[in-house]
């Protein structure tokens, strides 16, 4: 079945260091989504990408989508305090990726 | 309020003992999905329910039963727990299965 592949399992930033994580699929995805759980709580949506090369924007964050749409990253600019989490892509039919758990030193 | 809600959000059963994890969306959400979160795993889905009276197997429905007789209500039933089911559970529901997905606050299940 389709696999979604996620890498770092962890990443420890100095605040103000940027940030990446990267989510690769053994197949052809139909969209991806990021999601972002802060610890103790629940994962929240960030943002879907659909179009082959999709590159999105939310402020700090850049998410991009693969030319042939089986890779996707998520990219923090100077990292704050604030970003600490896991951030899960979900790709369709909806599998999660194992995560990467973002821990920010101030 | 648009939300998810789940109950109860923490447990301590003891194996054998059957018990249920209740799911309510009020967003009139047509996909609903179970998931467990386990640390190294992420988030696998259990059952999902792509409507009243629809539900299929997700990756790991060993042990878990569901049901999905009001659009609403998404309940996840434990016949006969085991140790191995104690996790992190989250209920999610989209209006549909390419949607984003609303998640409820988690039940923290424990099996003796």
């Known amino acids: 079945g389709q696999q979604v592949m996620q890498i770092p399992q962890y990443q420890h930033v100095q605040e103000g260091e940027d940030f990446t994580t990267y989510c690769n699929s053994s197949t052809t995805l139909s969209n991806i989504q990021w999601y972002k759980q802060r610890p103790g709580g629940h994962p929240v949506f960030l943002i879907q990408?659909?179009?082959?090369?999709e590159v999105k924007k939310q402020k700090r964050l850049t998410f991009q989508f693969g030319e042939a749409k089986k890779n996707s990253s998520l990219h923090i600019t100077a990292t704050q305090t604030t970003d600490v989490g896991t951030y899960f892509c979900?790709?369709?039919?909806?599998?999660f990726g194992a995560g990467t758990r973002l821990t920010v030193k101030p | 309020e648009a939300q998810v809600t789940q109950n109860p959000r923490y447990l301590i059963t003891v194996t054998g003992k059957k018990l249920t994890v209740t799911c309510s969306q009020n967003?009139?959400?047509?996909?609903m999905s179970w998931y467990r979160q386990d640390p190294g795993l992420g988030l696998r889905q259990i059952y999902y329910s792509m409507n009243v009276e629809v539900t299929d197997k997700g990756d790991v429905p060993e042990g878990y039963k569901v049901s999905r007789k009001e659009k609403r209500n998404f309940p996840l039933i434990l016949e006969s727990p085991s140790p191995n089911q104690t996790s992190l559970y989250f209920c999610?529901?989209?209006?549909?299965?390419?949607?984003?997905?609303?998640f409820g606050p988690g039940t923290r299940l424990t099996v003796l």
């Open positions: 967003m009139n959400h047509e996909y």
């Open positions: 990408l659909v179009k082959s090369g």
């Open positions: 979900a790709g369709r039919p909806l599998r």
């Open positions: 999610a529901s989209s209006f549909r299965s390419y949607n984003e997905q609303f």
